[in-house]
């Protein structure tokens, strides 16, 4: 059997398939090339429904935390301030947020999800169950456990790697 063919009958070796400078760690380059994916099917999903990548976590934290103090929500979201901002200026000329002084602290800015975003959460759970079945097809219920669970002791490593996770997002 030549290499062209081994590799065929063999899609999980990866050893011909990853770049050199990566050789060292084959799975840290998976999971790259795996979230780059997944990043660009949900970014597909999202679009249809006005959004931008990111932009349906940020919502998904307000529509579970109710209002929160912008510099609250931007620490969840362990993203850049002018980031955050950004998307909440999108989100608010789009209806789904809506941007308040805080009754508690004048200087202090609270962020809170719409009414009107009660429609685009079903749409965007409607988007990640479709991107769930799509990025696990093929997998068995077993085996989709499996692969949560190891992803979830990987999240682990790299949250004590990182000082802890700042958002649950």
């Known amino acids: 059997m030549d290499i062209d063919s081994a590799a065929a009958a063999e899609p999980a070796c990866t050893e011909l398939l990853t770049p050199g400078a990566a050789r060292g760690g084959p799975v840290s380059h998976a999971l790259s090339r795996v979230a780059r994916l997944h990043r660009i099917a949900a970014g597909r999903l999202l679009k249809d429904l006005g959004l931008y990548p990111g932009q349906e976590h940020l919502m998904m934290h307000l529509w579970d935390s109710g209002a929160v103090r912008q510099a ?47 429609s685009l959460l079903t749409d965007v759970r409607s988007a990640w169950a479709s991107l769930e079945e799509h990025t696990l097809a093929g997998l068995d219920p077993a085996e989709r456990a499996e692969l949560a669970r190891l992803l979830g002791k990987v999240e682990g490593n790299l949250c004590q790697e990182t000082a802890g996770c700042p958002g649950t997002l």
């Open 72 to 118: 609250d929500l931007i620490k969840a979201m362990d993203l850049d301030p002018s980031t955050v901002t950004k998307m909440l200026q999108r989100l608010e000329q789009t209806g789904y947020v809506r941007r308040r002084p805080d009754p508690d602290d004048r200087r202090a800015v609270l962020v809170e999800a719409t009414d009107g975003s009660c």
